[in-house]
């Protein structure tokens, strides 16, 4: 079968991000028009496809993947950049939930995650501006001690050692702000280009003989048929992997994703006195303020969120309100990126991981932690179907219900729930 494809580098939709302007796309577009029959297809060229991707080349598989504009369109190619440890829970909520050893299990996946980071950048020499050394910071005083007690426990019964306690001076030195009444340093976690992580990955996974097709949408999948707007291909597996972004084509998932808008800047380059001691920080809050310092030195902040698709209309001045909270010497800065992008959460923040049909697989969900998860994640979709499910079982086991009120209601209810704890931020 030949398929039509009229593909350029010039026809990609590249979005203006900050990321988009400092990375550099290091392959040209290939061209869907050829061995329109695959053993694996992937439907989403963010983080978790191309990590999927990467796994199941380097086996020899013949793997596609399908992405709607080009790949890094969605949240993988617009978030905040930190690379945080566990997920969005932390493991004492785990312990009590899912039991103490599934919570072991979890967290040993997650730092899994870190070890395949590092040794994927170290193999194939990406260099995606990788920096160590997190801060989280607490906006009320009661919430460091929370943090001081999830360090202790964290060490006592995980082994992790990797945490500095900072007090309300160390934590302004580290931050360069004076907000916040102290916080925790990981040294285990930090910063990265996730652009250049994702180019840096898609570029292995076509060197190993994955085929990766932009401006591709993918409208339905019946069996093992998949019609896309470049026309039909068929595939044995198929990987659904586009988190926030993916639409009806399985109701599984549109019952248990859910995108929220979030919404991030990068001002102009910066001299040396904000985050001076670390690469990075994010705070308490329910509707979290995160930020990093770029390689070339520009604060990229991410701050604010949007319980449906509307975008804010000037997206810069309503992450500038939460900025100039943190770092009210930057009321003046000038601004030169703004965007927003939408976060895959699922109802109780863990990622939905699992198998959704005879031959249908998704990774997704990750709810605000997929810099480090989804690269990672996509591997274990990947060795499952090479045989290795021992991950996936783990992550598959976890009971992710849906969304309530359909998909009907389910917008406004969870705009109601969430803009109740946002509300919460705000008071003293
Ligand atoms: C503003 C923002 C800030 C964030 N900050 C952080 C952070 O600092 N740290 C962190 O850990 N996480 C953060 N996240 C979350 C993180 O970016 C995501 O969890 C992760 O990138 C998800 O990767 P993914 O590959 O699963 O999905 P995505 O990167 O969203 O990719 C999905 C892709 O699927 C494609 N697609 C959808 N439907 C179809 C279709 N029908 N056919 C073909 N293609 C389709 C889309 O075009 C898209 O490119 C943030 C997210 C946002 C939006």
Request: hydrophobic fraction near 40%; aromatic fraction near 10%.
């Amino acid at each position: 079968m030949v398929l039509q494809n009229n593909l350029s580098e010039k026809t990609l939709k590249s979005p203006r991000t900050y990321y988009h302007n400092s990375a550099k796309r290091p392959f040209a577009v290939q061209e869907l028009g050829y061995n329109a029959d695959f053993s694996v297809a992937i439907i989403g060229g963010g983080l978790t496809g191309l990590g999927a991707a990467l796994a199941l080349a380097e086996s020899g598989v013949n793997v596609c993947l399908l992405e709607a504009n080009e790949i890094g369109y969605g949240a993988s190619g617009r978030n905040g950049g930190l690379v945080c440890s566990g997920y969005r829970h932390d493991q004492k909520w785990f312990e009590e939930k899912i039991g103490v050893t599934a919570a072991h299990d979890l967290w040993n996946i997650a730092e899994a995650a870190k070890k395949s980071l590092h040794s994927l950048m170290a193999k194939y020499e990406i260099d995606a501006d990788y920096k160590s050394g997190l801060v989280f910071a607490a906006h009320r005083p009661t919430l460091l001690e929370w943090l001081k007690e999830d360090a202790e426990f964290m060490v006592a019964q995980y082994n992790y050692n990797k945490f500095e306690i900072l007090d309300k001076d160390e934590c302004a030195k580290a931050l360069g702000s004076d907000v916040y009444y102290g916080g925790i340093k990981d040294n285990g976690a930090g910063k990265i280009h996730p652009l250049k992580l994702l180019y840096g990955i898609a570029s292995a996974a076509i060197k190993n003989g994955a085929k990766i097709y932009e401006n591709t949408r993918v409208l339905s999948v019946d069996g093992d048929i998949i019609k896309t707007t470049n026309g039909q291909i068929k595939a044995d597996k198929i990987l659904l992997c586009g988190d926030g972004y993916i639409e009806g084509i399985n109701k599984k998932t549109d019952a248990k994703i859910m995108p929220i808008g979030n919404f991030v800047i990068a001002t102009e380059p910066l001299g040396d006195d904000i985050l001076p001691n670390a690469s990075g920080g994010m705070d308490t809050r329910f509707v979290v303020n995160y930020f990093h310092k770029t390689f070339d030195n520009r604060l990229l902040f991410g701050g604010g969120e949007k319980y449906s698709d509307a975008m804010p209309k000037d997206i810069a001045g309503f992450v500038r309100n939460n900025l100039v909270k943190i770092y009210p010497q930057l009321a003046e800065t000038k601004i030169d990126f703004a965007w927003g992008g939408r976060v895959g959460i699922t109802p109780t923040r863990l990622p939905f991981v699992n198998k959704i049909g005879k031959n249908t697989f998704i990774s997704a969900g990750y709810s605000g932690q997929g810099v480090l998860l989804a690269p990672f994640f996509g591997r274990i979709l990947g060795m499952a179907l090479l045989g290795d499910d021992k991950y996936f079982n783990s992550l598959s086991a976890l009971k992710i219900p849906d969304f309530p009120g359909g998909r009907l209601l389910r917008f406004p209810l969870l705009t109601a729930a969430l803009s109740y704890y946002s509300v919460l931020d705000k008071l003293p």
